[in-house]
């Protein structure tokens, strides 16, 4: 959603996953020392009109927390000319203590009835039956469109280890493949 509302406003998006690439407070000032200018290169390159840059932390709940107080002190700087967009799954302690250098906005899952008239092309059934899937796939749209083209998967039986690994080699053989393993057959 972020990309597409970074899109929507003509932005060019800078997208970065904030809990792979920011392990430390040195990795959030080389990419605030990188982003100074409010057009990239690259911006002048694709478009005829270039667009400013945006850039989107992703995940950033699962960064380094010293490296989440450095991107609070980047969105703090009174000097920083590119707007920054983090999502997360759970908003980090240090930003909800900031309210007003950062603006939250929770995206609730749409509810069961707007999905199913927006997606009735592609599931021909009654609302009661998409209802049931939509709980399933737990309000997740990318979820739904999968169901939908691709049916449901099954799950893989569990096999209970024993720590051994040639007895977990002939229990996986004898699930599996239905084959009475012995010892001469390896």
């Known amino acids: 959603m972020a990309l597409a509302a970074a899109r929507t406003f003509e932005y060019e998006p800078l997208e970065i996953n904030a809990s792979r690439s920011l392990r430390s407070h040195e990795d959030v000032i080389s990419l605030r020392d990188s982003c100074m200018a409010p057009v990239s290169f690259t911006s002048f390159l694709k478009y005829a009109k270039p667009r400013k840059t945006c850039v989107i932390l992703d995940e950033i709940d699962g960064s380094d927390p010293h490296a989440q107080r450095k991107v609070l002190e980047w969105i703090r700087d009174p000097h920083r000319l590119v707007p920054i967009i983090c999502t997360s799954n759970e908003v980090p302690v240090i930003f909800k203590r900031a309210p007003d250098h950062i603006t939250l ?10 999905i199913y008239e927006n997606l009735q092309t592609h599931a021909p059934m009654e609302f009661t039956e998409f ?7 737990q309000h997740d749209v990318r979820r739904l469109m999968n169901r939908f083209q691709y049916g449901q998967s099954d799950i893989l039986q569990q096999i209970p280890l024993t720590g051994d690994t040639i007895a977990d080699l002939f229990k996986h053989q004898e699930m599996f493949y239905g084959v009475q393993p012995t010892y001469w057959d390896l």
């Open 131 to 137: 209802q049931k899937i939509v709980k399933e796939c």
């Open 105 to 114: 906005h929770r995206c609730m899952p749409l509810n069961a009835r707007d």
